[in-house]
């Protein structure tokens, strides 16, 4: 069994047929405004009583990891479907916390899931690399396994729609690029969103396709302008385009920063964890 699914390929564009403003959030967790929103709770009660159980354990596994846990504002995809090369998506607010309380729970339907929509970068570098990301502490979940870069969320769904979610400047997926790997408006080729993928409890992400004009080497120099302790990413892999499929079965070598010293290169095979959006967006690029 797999850990992710690709939902959907085959689209360069995105159009928002419909948004909510109320919040999918059980009350108990909402932060914003409850006089501008009206809140939309999980129907089963048990739901709404794990996820305060979830968040609050979450809480305090962060406060001793030192990882940044707060309860942003995130847009909840309820429906989408691909067609004449569009993706026709619904939105609804929801928000981190409720992701918390319902991300590891595959049997519940889709009403009782927040299935938070985020964005990511099949990113392709100028000497022929797919970029990924070792995670770091700073993460709450996933330290230690590789993601792809600009895996972020929405964080302000009421100004990021059309314009922002196809990659118009200052989108969320050219945030994240910038805040993960330092990489600006002028360095990437238009990011095009491309698929869909959803881990095995949904939690969609839109992959956009992007190039660099840098080189391994060179964005490798960008991310290290990023102080240490504000690294999202402790270490970068750099794989063969051209070799995917022979890279993750550890059949060739793939390109690594060294943990001691992140200025050089190491080669060797690949025996790292992937993130389930990862694997499933290196499958929907790369005919795995």
């Given at each position: 069994?797999?850990?992710?699914?690709?939902?959907?390929?085959?689209?360069?564009?995105?159009?928002?047929?419909?948004?909510?403003?109320?919040?999918?959030?059980?009350?108990?967790?909402?932060?914003?405004?409850?006089?501008?929103?009206?809140?939309?709770?999980?129907?089963?009660?048990?739901?709404?009583?794990?996820?305060?159980?979830?968040?609050?354990?979450?809480?305090?596994?962060?406060?001793?990891?030192?990882?940044?846990?707060?309860?942003?504002p995130?847009?909840?995809?309820?429906?989408?479907?691909?067609?004449?090369?569009?993706?026709n998506?619904?939105?609804?607010?929801?928000?981190?916390?409720s992701?918390?309380?319902?991300?590891?729970?595959?049997e519940?339907?889709?009403?009782?899931?927040?299935?938070?929509?985020?964005?990511?970068?099949?990113?392709?570098?100028?000497?022929?690399?797919?970029?990924?990301?070792?995670?770091?502490?700073?993460?709450?979940?996933?330290?230690?396994?590789?993601?792809?870069?600009?895996?972020?969320?929405?964080?302000?769904?009421?100004?990021?729609?059309?314009?922002?979610?196809?990659?118009?400047?200052?989108?969320?997926?050219?945030?994240?690029?910038n805040?993960?790997?330092?990489?600006?408006?002028?360095?990437?080729?238009?990011?095009?969103?491309?698929?869909?993928?959803?881990?095995?409890?949904?939690?969609?992400?839109?992959?956009?396709?992007?190039?660099?004009?840098?080189?391994?080497?060179?964005?490798?120099?960008?991310?290290?302008?990023?102080?240490?302790?504000?690294?999202?990413?402790?270490?970068?892999?750099?794989?063969?385009?051209e070799?995917?499929?022979?890279v993750?079965?550890?059949?060739?070598?793939?390109?690594?920063?060294d943990p001691?010293?992140?200025?050089?290169?190491?080669?060797?095979?690949?025996?790292?964890?992937?993130?389930?959006?990862?694997?499933?967006?290196?499958?929907?690029?790369?005919?795995?």
């Amino acid at each position: 069994m797999t850990d992710y699914e690709v939902l959907a390929t085959d689209f360069n564009e995105i159009d928002l047929n419909r948004y909510r403003p109320d919040i999918w959030s059980p009350e108990d967790v909402v932060e914003r405004n409850k006089e501008s929103y009206e809140v939309e709770e999980p129907p089963s009660d048990e739901v709404v009583h794990d996820i305060l159980s979830e968040v609050e354990e979450a809480q305090e596994k962060a406060e001793k990891s030192g990882a940044e846990f707060y309860n942003g504002p995130l847009v909840r995809l309820e429906d989408f479907n691909v067609q004449d090369g569009t993706l026709n998506i619904e939105l609804q607010n929801t928000n981190y916390f409720s992701h918390v309380g319902t991300r590891d729970r595959p049997e519940l339907d889709k009403e009782n899931r927040a299935d938070p929509l985020s964005v990511g970068a099949h990113l392709l570098t100028s000497d022929g690399y797919i970029l990924l990301g070792e995670k770091s502490d700073l993460n709450e979940i996933g330290s230690g396994e590789y993601q792809l870069p600009g895996a972020g969320y929405i964080e302000d769904p009421e100004t990021q729609y059309e314009e922002s979610l196809n990659a118009q400047p200052y989108s969320p997926i050219h945030r994240e690029l910038n805040e993960e790997v330092n990489l600006g408006l002028r360095q990437l080729t238009h990011p095009e969103p491309s698929a869909l993928i959803g881990a095995v409890h949904r939690q969609p992400m839109l992959v956009y396709d992007t190039e660099t004009v840098l080189s391994s080497d060179e964005v490798i120099d960008e991310w290290l302008d990023i102080l240490e302790d504000e690294r999202e990413f402790s270490g970068l892999a750099f794989i063969p385009a051209e070799d995917v499929p022979e890279v993750l079965e550890g059949e060739i070598d793939a390109l690594f920063t060294d943990p001691e010293d992140p200025d050089e290169i190491v080669e060797r095979r690949y025996t790292d964890g992937l993130m389930p959006h990862a694997e499933g967006a290196l499958e929907a690029f790369n005919n795995l």
